[in-house]
């Protein structure tokens, strides 16, 4: 796999949330960091994601949102 982004974390799918429109997809990137990523079903499907399955989570700097609870 090539890709230009920098940021490219590998870790294990934790959690699958589906949603009415997209589904919540919980990664476990080690040390006790997770990171959320929202994406459509069909690319669930299409990734064949399951919980245990190994991934990588892509970030891009200039897409980072931050909120606060």
Known sequence: MKISARNALKG???SIT???INAEIL???GG???I???ITH???DSLGLTEGK???AIVKASEVLVAVD
């Open 12 to 14: 294990t799918v934790k």
């Open 18 to 20: 589906t949603g009415p």
């Open 27 to 29: 990664i476990d990137i």
């Open 32 to 34: 006790g960091n997770l």
């Open 36 to 38: 959320t990523s929202i």
């Open 42 to 44: 069909k690319s669930v």
């Open 54 to 56: 190994s991934v990588y």
